[in-house]
């Protein structure tokens, strides 16, 4: 994949990690823990700015096995549940983790993730791995037979050195390093957003133990999120159909306020509130790739695949492909005869989360399922199954699958009781999500 540049310094290692984030820190400290010589490039120099600051109770037990618990749980809020709050409805509904099927994982944490991401890439260090920052990868080639790979970076100074490892891992996040230089990212055909999003203070919390949860605040356009922080800062962001941020003729921190104030509830939690950072938006927030894996190389995380934030599944799905990569990267470097086995295990393991997700991802800004979510009941133990997936148990022995497909069961049973609405539903859905370079037929509602 592109020529390499000889004059560079020549360094060996046994893994070359892409990227520094919580998928690229994690595959990195569990390889390190292993005995490999583990090498980790990370563009950027910690800490930096990133969204995605909404922790799942399944994070928990991840970061006791990579022995960060307790530097996260001093940086984090406590997050008990989410708050659904939808105008069509007038009234909110909150989630309560502890009453998930699985009753051991009651909260999670909200994070700055400069801090979080941070925490983890120096963990990573003191694990064994070399980490370089300020370190962005140019070129990857992948040597004939069983010569391993070439990696050519350059340094923020203008230096270039060059890496022979056995094997690639590609914690490039949005970047999707390898995904798009072969030609293996892909739009998301199911669905489509794009975000906005900033920092504000003095926003209007909920008191008690209720102060850390996240709400997610349905709109005609989208859906809002609301993340309180433990330094008095709340992330706000506008996750919205790509016609929508097509109309913007505004600068962008207008649009976004203007956007606020369609959402009543929001804009009252916000009414004393301040921006303090500025705002950003990020487009074609959907995508995903054709293949998680090659011959000597594996996609993680965002790398791979990103559906949408609305259940806060990207740090847990990233980290938990850090420790399902580790597994398959150790068995195909300590065992050649099982490579093929080890990564079509981690294919399986990969694609599980994205697509357990994406069923409610689809679905979740249609009447049906609004009316389900504000409406819950747990006959058949659904509304427990309904909370283990909010929480991210679904890698575990928890038997929360027949109580689901019961769910989506009544899911279609409900649609189709109100055939009419689904169908409109439907179609505003399929006209929403169409990519913004086409022509289209703006429609609203969700």
């Known amino acids: ?76 809020i406590e997050k008990r549940g989410a708050e659904f709050v939808s105008p069509w409805h007038e009234r909110s509904q909150t989630f309560q983790f502890a009453n998930a099927w699985d009753k051991s994982m ?33 070129e990857v080639e992948f040597l004939p037979g069983d010569a391993g790979v070439r990696v050519s970076a350059e340094h923020d100074d203008g230096r270039r050195s060059e890496w022979h490892a056995r094997f690639i891992a590609d914690a490039s996040g ?13 739009r998301n055909p199911k669905h489509n957003s794009a975000a906005m999003y900033a920092h504000f203070s003095k926003a209007r919390r909920h008191a008690g133990c209720a102060e850390g949860n996240i709400t997610i605040f349905w709109f005609e356009h989208g859906w809002f999120w609301f993340i309180p922080l433990a330094d008095g800062v709340t992330s706000i962001g506008a996750v919205v159909w790509p016609y929508y ?46 293949r998680t894996h090659g011959e000597r190389y594996l996609l993680l995380g965002d790398a791979f695949a990103f559906i949408d934030p609305v259940f806060s599944s990207g740090v847990m799905l990233a980290m938990q492909s850090g420790f399902d990569g580790a597994d398959a990267i150790d068995r195909w470097l300590r065992e050649p005869a099982a490579r093929a086995q080890a990564l079509a295990r981690y294919d399986r393991a990969v694609r599980r989360g994205p697509r357990e997700f994406s069923w409610f991802i689809y ?23 309904l909370l283990s997936v909010l929480a991210g148990d679904i890698f575990g022995r928890t ?42 037929r703006i429609g609203g509602g969700a």
């Open 1 to 76: 994949m592109g020529e390499a540049v000889h004059e560079a310094s020549l360094h060996e290692c046994d893994v070359l990690v892409i990227g520094g984030g919580p998928a690229g820190s994690t595959v990195a400290t569990r390889l390190a823990q292993r005995g490999h010589a583990v090498t980790l490039l990370e563009k950027a120099r910690h800490p930096r700015f990133h969204i995605g600051e909404s922790l799942l109770p399944a994070n928990l037990p991840l970061f006791e096995k990579l022995g960060v618990a307790d530097e996260v749980r001093a940086i984090g």
């Open 106 to 138: 009651p909260y999670a944490y909200q994070v700055r993730r400069s801090q979080f991401d941070e925490i983890l890439i120096r963990n990573a260090a003191r694990n064994g791995a070399e980490v370089i920052e300020g370190c962005r990868v140019r």
């Open 174 to 186: 949005r970047d999707t390093f390898l995904s798009s230089r072969l030609q293996a990212k892909q």
């Open 245 to 290: 941020m097509k109309r913007r003729e505004r600068p962008l921190e207008a649009f976004f306020r203007d956007t606020i104030a369609q959402c009543p509830a929001l804009a009252e939690r916000l009414r004393d509130a301040e921006l303090v950072s500025p705002v950003e938006a990020t487009g074609n927030f959907s995508y995903t790739s054709d």
């Open 363 to 385: 679905r979740i800004t249609t009447p049906t399922m609004r009316d389900l979510f504000m409406d819950p009941r747990n006959v058949l133990r659904m509304e427990e199954a």
């Open 399 to 440: 038997p929360i699958w027949r109580s689901l497909f019961a769910f989506k069961v009544l899911y279609y049973l409900a649609a189709a009781s109100r055939l009419k609405r689904s169908w409109q539903a439907w179609r505003r859905r399929r006209a929403n999500i169409r990519p913004v370079d086409e022509p289209d």
